[in-house]
Every structure is written in C-alpha cells, then in structure tokens.
C-alpha cells in the first residue's frame, strides 16, 4: 500500500507535519511506496492522494490561497484533508471572523482562538474514539473549537469548551496539533482511510 501525501505550504507547521507523515508511514511499513512533499501551486494537488493543512495563522493562510488561486483547485480536490488547527478553521463552513473565507468541505461551525489569552497554550490527554491504545497527549495552541457540526460529521473527542476532532468521510480535522510529538496514531488512522 501507498499514499501520497501534500502538505500545503502556504505558511504554518509545513515541515512538521512532513516528518509526522513520513513517520506515521515508515511505522505502517508504507514508507517506500508512498511520498510526502509540500504544495503551493494548484499543479502540485494532481499527484496527492491526501491534503494535510497544517496549523499556523488561518486568516494569513487563507489570503495566501486566494492570492495564489488555490481555493477552487482545493475545494475541488478529490483526496482526503487531514487539517489542524488553523486548518480546522479553514475546512469548516462557518467561522467566527470574515478574514477567513472557509473551504466548507466539513459542514461544522468553528470559533477561532476559542480559549481567550489565558490559555493561549495547554495540552490535553484526550480519549479519540476509534484511537485505541490509551489517551492522546493534545497540544493546543492558540486553538479553535467546533461548536456545531451538520449531519454525517463524526465527533471523535471534545473537551469541555467544544468539539476538537472530527471526521467526516475521507476527511480529518483536528483543533490540536498531533504533529508535535511522537504519537503518530492519528495519522495512521487517517492514512489507512486514503492508502490503496
Ligand atoms: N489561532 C490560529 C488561527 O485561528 C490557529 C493557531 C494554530 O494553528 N496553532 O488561525
């Protein structure tokens, strides 16, 4: 089996989340027949079979899409997205703050930067349905939670302010960030959705 992976590389966690896949795929033995890379160019999306949106700013990586005519492209994209938190706020339908035009590829309500100034950062061990083997240590940064989600999107885990995991066909959106670690469960899961 083999996936190819595209991590866009507009602005965020892009190098992270490169060494997460090709982790999380040298563990599931899928490491020779599958590639990570980094997209930027609409072009770049024709050789993914999965799109990972990594964390970082989404109100500067949305702008970024538009600027570099990626947002079609993306929304037509036919392979899984695996998005974190500011990806999350991007996949969403709606959002909190007009700067950010949402993909809508996940009918889910999402509040950005949901945990105010107090606690900006803090981790989590987290129960993720369909994750076995224990809690997941979560490392929410500056993170968003979903506050509604529409028919057919599943809850995997929420806290006590909202929804942080979600899955919906294909797709995965994560309000942490299971890139910095080295628990790769949730990519795993996430690739055997996508390997063929
Ligand atoms: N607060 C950021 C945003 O809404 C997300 C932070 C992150 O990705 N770590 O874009």
Redesign the pocket.
Known sequence: MGVNVGVLALQ?NVSEHIAAFECALDRMRWGDTSSVFSVKKAGELMGCDALAIP?????TISRLIEKNHLYEPIRQFPGGMFAT??GM?LIATHVDDPRVHPLCLIDMTVE??AFGRQRESFEADLVIDGIDGGPFHAVF????VGTEVGNGVNVLARIDRGIVAVEFGKHMALAF?PELGDDTRLHERFLKKIGT
Do not use: F, K, Q
Not at 141 to 144: E, G, L, S, V
């Open positions: 965020g964390g970082g700013e989404s109100t938190c500011a706020v950005r930067n940064i500056r993170a968003p960030h």
